[in-house]
């Protein structure tokens, strides 16, 4: 067995407890040994002066986006993905898609992301830049049938079965897939009655965008007369494994539906906020039992993938929809960024525990804005910074030593996605 040992932190149990403790990795089965007072590891990470956690869980993204960052802001959603993002996204090329999501894993990783949930296309070039990065990741191929002809829309389809029946269980079982028909607006009913059983019959989960504004709800309530999450359910796509994005909308009737069929909602309120979509009803999901996790979306909508940047938000805006100082607690958004986003993607972690998988991330305490530590918890939903994550480990695989990334070239990423970007946008701008 071979073994590392993150010594001489605090460890945040999964009662949201903090004690003094070391933490035992075995790298071969890539889950934790013991926590507590461990032998001494084959390798040893230090963090004294640091709280252990958890990877954090980006449980809704779009990561090649990245090169959009700070292109079309301040738009609502409509007429920004009409007018800006779909555009500029028909001019992408593979490489550029390869790139983006580089430049996306190494913002995440550096900030103590160690699993990430990704919708978008040319996800084989996706999931190459995954696997190079050492992080875990549910991906799927985002399909649109909207404004395409059938064989087209069935085409798109078709490719969304075919990668997430290709590409699970790739990276050493670090990759799973799911079917990702982008939102119950942009793609026909039709299509989902044909391909959601084909799904199913494959032990496909489903992932898509969900009741996000106004706009995306009353459409279908005047063509189907019910809401979308009753129509998803007449469609077949609220089973236990499946989870939606953003659930801003939803009211007691889906909430109710969310629970009874165990289907998780990756909450993400930087995004809603920025393209005034609306503030999602944090605490009555979770009331209710539904499962909550924490997205950033894609950085043309956020524009960043810090997840403690979320988790403030998350709190922050949970209290403003309740009306009330005491809803969205600090622990339950330290829970949904954490077990709640691994329980999302369907992997064994965001909990350190015997037997759960080594992901975990160190966050140095010892900055001005983390002092005094009265109550840690607090600190990692309301103060926390990505840039205070000192070192940050994949199935007991250290990819963050002291800051510094060690399984891509965070220089040559940032040249490359630069580069891309540059090139990406005069494409756009003379393509109109």
């Not at 998350?314 to 960024?337: N, Q």
């Not at 103060?383 to 990334?405: C, F, I, M, P």
Request: glycine letters at 10%; aromatic letters at 2%; hydrophobic letters at 45%.
């Amino acid at each position: 067995m071979s073994t590392l040992q993150i010594s001489s932190g605090r460890v945040l149990r999964p009662d949201m407890s903090v004690e003094r403790a070391d933490l035992l990795a075995d790298r071969e089965t890539g889950r934790i040994v013991e926590v507590g007072d461990v032998a001494t590891g084959d390798e040893r990470l230090d963090a004294d002066g640091s709280l252990v956690v958890p990877g954090l869980v980006n449980a809704h993204c779009h990561m090649a986006m990245t090169l959009l960052r700070g292109y079309a802001d301040d738009k609502p959603l409509g007429p920004w993905l009409r007018e800006d993002i779909w555009p500029a996204e028909a001019e992408l090329t593979t490489d550029d898609i390869r790139a983006g999501a580089r430049l996306g894993l190494a913002e995440m990783l550096l900030a103590g992301v160690t699993a990430v949930g990704d919708m978008y296309f040319e996800v084989p070039a996706i999931a190459e830049a995954v696997a190079e990065s050492g992080v875990r990741a549910r991906l799927g191929h985002g399909i649109v049938t909207a404004g395409k002809d059938t064989p087209a829309a069935r085409a798109d389809f078709e490719e969304g079965l075919a990668v997430a029946r290709e590409l699970d269980g790739a990276a050493d079982g670090r990759i799973r897939t799911a079917l990702m028909p982008h939102s119950l607006t942009t793609v026909d009913a039709e299509l989902l009655e044909t391909f959601v059983p084909r799904a199913r019959g494959s032990d496909v989960p489903l992932h898509y965008h969900a009741n996000e504004t106004v706009d995306e709800v009353e459409p279908i309530v005047e063509e189907h007369g019910c809401r979308p999450l009753e129509l998803a359910d007449e469609l077949g796509m609220l089973g236990e494994r499946d989870f939606i994005a953003h659930g801003v909308h939803v009211d007691e009737v889906e909430i109710d539906l969310l629970a009874e069929r165990g289907v998780d909602v990756a909450h993400c309120p930087a995004s809603n906020m920025k393209l005034a979509s609306g503030i999602a009803p944090v605490q009555r999901l979770i009331d209710a039992g539904v499962g909550v996790a924490i997205g950033t979306d894609g950085a043309a909508s956020n524009n960043d993938l810090d997840p403690f940047d979320e988790l403030r938000d998350a709190a922050m805006i949970g209290k403003l929809a309740a009306e009330d100082a005491s809803a969205v607690p600090a622990g339950a958004v330290v829970r949904a960024a954490t077990a709640g986003g691994a329980d999302a993607l369907g992997f064994d972690a965001g909990r350190l525990e015997e037997g759960a998988l080594a992901d975990v991330a160190v966050v140095d305490l010892e900055a001005p804005h983390l002092t005094p530590a009265t109550d840690l918890v607090s600190h990692l939903a309301y103060a926390v910074r990505g840039s205070d994550v000192r070192h940050t480990v994949v199935g007991g695989n250290v990819l963050v030593r002291d800051r510094e990334l060690l399984t891509l070239d965070v220089g040559s990423v940032r040249r490359e996605a630069e580069s891309r970007s540059s090139e990406l946008l005069r494409r756009a701008d003379t393509s109109e």
